[in-house]
């Protein structure tokens, strides 16, 4: 378990290529098998080489499930493209989250359109919407088509406050943006999968009988944390 997490540790900050990880799993495995096929003395006299090459192994496993799960890496990464003055659709992924003074959801974003082309992108993002009437229409799997420049989810200036940005990372969110009723346009149809529905619905169900059995500032504090 240790060598697997410092394997995801390294890769997050060292950022290496994954031909690098791949090469290191494949000559480390090399020396396994080597090993195991020798006799039992000299399996014994090298087994403490063994026993690094397998430590190793697991490492660079550590390193390429993380580089394969970093959305940095992705070709389609919508942030690898020049998005000024271009519209772009994307499908709301959750039920609306109500805050004070917005509604809040995370979207994944499905194409870019420029004046004469149109790209499929990935990725995804937190949209702020403005309390009014037209939100009321949009849910899980509304496709909404805007054009509006996406910020950068920034931390907070405050020294040792929560590190916002890279929680939003390790779930796939890298921007987001904030949109009023005539800065985007809802799309006809419901484009949320039957499965994605299915869990949806779940959720929502699981958090309402959390709710009815948790009363007080606990309950406030509940969808805080959805």
């Not at 791949?22 to 000299?42: C, E, G, P």
């Not at 799960?69 to 994307?90: E, T």
């Not at 003074?101 to 974003?109: F, G, I, M, P, T």
């Not at 606990?218 to 969808?223: C, F, G, M, S």
């Amino acid at each position: 378990m240790l060598p697997l997490t410092a394997g995801i540790i390294i890769q997050w900050y060292w950022q290496a290529a994954l031909l690098t990880s791949v090469l290191i799993l494949l000559l480390t495995s090399v020396v396994v098998i080597s090993i195991q096929l020798l006799s039992d003395f000299l399996r014994l006299k090298y087994a403490v080489l063994l026993g690094c090459a397998i430590t190793i192994s697991i490492v660079a496993i550590g390193m390429i499930v993380t580089w394969l799960n970093d959305v940095r890496n992705d070709r389609l990464l919508f942030a690898k493209n020049n998005l000024s003055d271009k519209a772009v659709i994307v499908t709301i992924k959750e039920s609306l989250i109500s805050k004070e003074k917005s509604y809040k959801a995370e979207a994944e974003l499905n194409w870019f359109i420029g004046s004469h082309t149109r790209k499929s992108v990935s990725g995804n993002i937190i949209i702020y919407f403005k309390k009014d009437s037209l939100t009321k229409h949009l849910a899980a799997g509304s496709r909404i088509i805007f054009n509006k420049n996406l910020q950068e989810i920034r931390n907070t200036d405050n020294p040792g406050g929560f590190d916002y940005k890279r929680y939003a990372l390790f779930n796939g969110i890298t921007h987001q943006v904030y949109l009023t009723a005539n800065d985007y346009v809802a799309l006809p149809g419901n484009y949320l999968p039957g499965f994605k529905k299915l869990l949806l619905n779940v959720r929502v169900y699981v958090l309402n009988a959390i709710k009815s059995n948790i009363h007080g500032k606990k309950n406030r504090a509940l969808p805080k944390l959805c």
